[in-house]
């Protein structure tokens, strides 16, 4: 039995048996229709332009719906001219009107494309209901465009009343407009939910315009990746996340993200880093193909990129010391430096150093901050937190975020289930309790719950596992033993800059080991599957996303620009609609601006990965469990109310 009380508040907007059961009506409808279309994208890395494309195209579904319905009017030079327009109408509209000579010719076109674009939304929105496709129009021409959408045919009358409209949108010079109102329609129609499964930022220059992007998205949920929760950590206070997050800026040459896009001052930390280093290869900013920085601007990078770098390792060292249950003592590298043989013990090994760049660094307390240090950490630390656009970017990521997400049977997460070698849920003890599997990931998602409310603690436990998080053996995000940031800037031989994965990567290519983690977290082994981001598919070396039997699907193809080279591709993503679930793998991706002079499409092959036999209806999915709930509290409030 309801609770009374909810009973009265719903009794308030229904306050006649009328508009419950007209309610009732509608949701049951809605139960039956198919269910609508999810989108996973995953390891964005601020490559914003690539990332705008797939949402423009829906992954290849905007092109899909286009040829249903027109591939026997349409020549494929004409489909894809079509398809462009829709992508990116603002600019294709202008690149196709200058072909046109007269007026006439224009407005003729105007009424053709208004026309199929009409069409397309009535196709694309077939499986919606009214009021939803009424949310996704542009609001100033939603009145019209009801007027054109439901136009019933039979009634020719009525024809000179459309062609009126028609021709009065054009003379009233409104036709432009009304095709980017009617193209964004279609972007929004053709995909209905969007899961992020992590890592927006860190790497490529626009991890922000990403967040813009999510942040107006019609429905989207985040898991968050390791290097989201990085910023997550940075911005909830602490240090060594902050100092990481601007070391990987140096690093890529994106130090204008932390400085003009968030509006922090980096003047402290350049005084500090002109003080103590020198030019050092190992630390000049990676080169992306296409990008120019004078002489001077990349050594002053080089020496942000040292003087930071520094700091995040003497932060780490009191961390590791005071969280004991951290296990990563083998972490304490500053102290396993002979600073006059310029070598490092570690695992046992000796290993000369190079590129060395310790002038801060008191051989006695190797992990003392310099004062100055201090003050340019503070500093820093105190800017970022104050920063509004940083804030409303944070704020996002957590209540749109979570650690793991469970969505219509499926298990999506960006990196792994930490795993023993049997195959058994890997066991962490903190703060005296051992956790293990989802319990583990429940607490992880607590604490960085907990140090995101309380921005004012810096070194308390909460932030401090959001550094692990990042980067310890347990973590789910990581998954691997460990971080080897320094070895690879300090230590030549190779083999010191493995790092080695946690099981899981092996084992999930097995299809028990992805039933027992369905299991684990409640999940029907026989229709779920588990998705994942984080490691980059070597789809060059031929390997497959698609794993365990179908159970566990990798869609890091790499949108990053600066590991495609390892993929051979720029990303997957994935759809499931109502007739099941297909991988897209997408080409490189070079520019909106290639896409828009030769009409072609970066995604190239699906792959089917399942075909559901009966089609999905919306009382199967997560929405469909929410509307059952509903119509139960109104049937309830009828009987108790209404019915004598
Ligand atoms: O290629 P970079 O920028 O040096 O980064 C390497 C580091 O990034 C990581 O791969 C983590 O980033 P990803 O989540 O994108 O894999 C670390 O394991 C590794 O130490
Ligand atoms: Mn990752």
């Given at each position: ?17 009328e508009k ?58 004409e489909?894809n001219?079509f ?87 054009i ?7 009304l ?6 329609t ?74 003009d ?27 992306i193909?296409g ?31 005071r ?11 500053l ?7 310029n ?32 003050q ?14 940083l ?34 849920m890997?066991?962490?003890e ?47 995000l ?57 490691t ?37 993503t ?13 080409q ?23 075909e559901e ?16 709930q ?7 409030l ?7």
């Amino acid at each position: 039995m309801l609770n009374l009380k909810y009973l009265d508040l719903l009794a308030q907007k229904y306050d006649t048996e009328e508009k419950v059961v007209t309610e009732i009506i509608n949701l049951e409808a809605i139960l039956d229709l198919p269910k609508g279309t999810e989108h996973f994208v995953s390891d964005l890395h601020g490559e914003y332009q690539a990332f705008q494309h797939v949402l423009r195209n829906g992954s290849g579904n905007v092109k899909v719906k286009i040829r249903d319905l027109f591939k026997n009017e349409m020549q494929e030079k004409e489909l894809n001219e079509f398809a462009t327009l829709v992508y990116y109408p603002e600019e294709k509209l202008q690149l196709i009107k200058s072909g046109f000579s007269s007026k006439q010719e224009l407005q003729d076109w105007y009424i053709e494309v208004i026309e199929r674009m009409l069409k397309l939304i009535s196709y694309a929105s077939s499986k919606y209901t009214r009021s939803k496709i009424r949310k996704a129009l542009p609001k100033q021409f939603v009145y019209i465009i009801e007027e054109l959408l439901y136009k019933t045919d039979e009634f020719k009358n009525k024809k000179d009343y459309y062609d009126k409209i028609l021709e009065r949108i054009i003379t009233l010079g409104q036709a432009d407009k009304l095709i980017i109102g009617l193209a964004y329609t279609t972007q929004r129609l053709v995909v209905d939910h969007l899961h992020v499964v992590g890592d927006i930022y860190d790497r490529g220059p626009d991890p922000h315009k990403i967040m813009d992007t999510l942040i107006d998205y019609h429905s989207v949920d985040i898991q968050w990746g390791n290097h989201d929760a990085l910023w997550i950590g940075a911005f909830a206070g602490s240090k060594v996340c902050l100092a990481n997050i601007i070391r990987i800026c140096a690093r890529y040459n994106n130090l204008d993200i932390i400085e003009d896009v968030y509006g922090i001052n980096l003047r402290p930390l350049l005084n500090l880093a002109e003080k103590y280093y020198e030019d050092n290869p190992v630390f000049r900013p990676k080169r992306i193909a296409g990008e120019n920085l004078t002489e001077q601007e990349q050594l002053q990078i080089t020496k942000i990129h040292q003087a930071i770098s520094i700091i995040q390792f003497k932060l780490e060292g009191p961390i590791i010391k005071r969280r004991p249950c951290f296990h990563m003592e083998d972490r304490l590298l500053l102290e396993k430096v002979d600073y006059e043989k310029n070598e490092a013990t570690i695992h046992g090994k000796t290993y000369p150093l190079e590129n060395t760049c310790f002038a801060t660094i008191n051989p006695d307390k190797p992990d003392e901050l310099l004062e100055e240090e201090q003050q340019v950490i503070d500093k820093l630390l105190f800017s970022i937190q104050q920063s509004e656009k940083l804030a409303r970017h944070m704020k996002f990521l957590m209540k749109k975020g979570s650690l793991y997400l469970k969505y219509n049977g499926n298990l999506l997460i960006h990196g792994c289930i930490p795993l023993d070698e049997d195959g058994s849920m890997k066991a962490m003890e903190i703060e005296g309790k051992t956790y293990a599997g989802r319990e583990l990931l429940d607490v992880f998602e607590r604490y960085m719950r907990q140090a995101f409310a309380h921005p004012e603690e810096t070194d308390d436990f909460a932030t401090d596992m959001i550094w692990y998080l990042w980067t310890g053996e347990n973590s789910s995000l990581f998954g691997k033993r460990e971080m080897t940031t320094f070895e690879r800037y300090f230590i030549k031989d190779k083999e010191t800059h493995k790092e080695r994965k946690n099981p899981y990567y092996y084992l999930r290519e097995d299809e028990d080991v992805c039933r027992r983690m369905l299991e684990e977290f409640d999940l029907n082994p026989d229709q779920g599957r588990i998705i994942n981001g984080h490691t980059p598919v070597k789809e060059r070396d031929g390997e497959n996303p698609v794993k365990a039997n179908g159970k566990m699907l990798v869609i890091d193809g790499g949108f990053s620009k600066a590991y495609q080279s390892t993929t051979g591709i720029a990303g997957y993503t994935l759809l499931y609609n109502s007739y099941g679930m297909q991988l897209v793998a997408h080409q490189l991706f070079n520019s909106k601006e290639e896409v828009l002079s030769n009409e072609t499409d970066v995604l190239s092959v699906k792959r089917l990965v399942d075909e559901e036999l009966e089609r999905k209806v919306v009382r199967e999915t997560n929405i469909g469990k929410g509307l059952l709930q509903q119509i139960e509290s109104l049937n309830s409030l009828r009987e108790h109310r209404y019915m004598d």
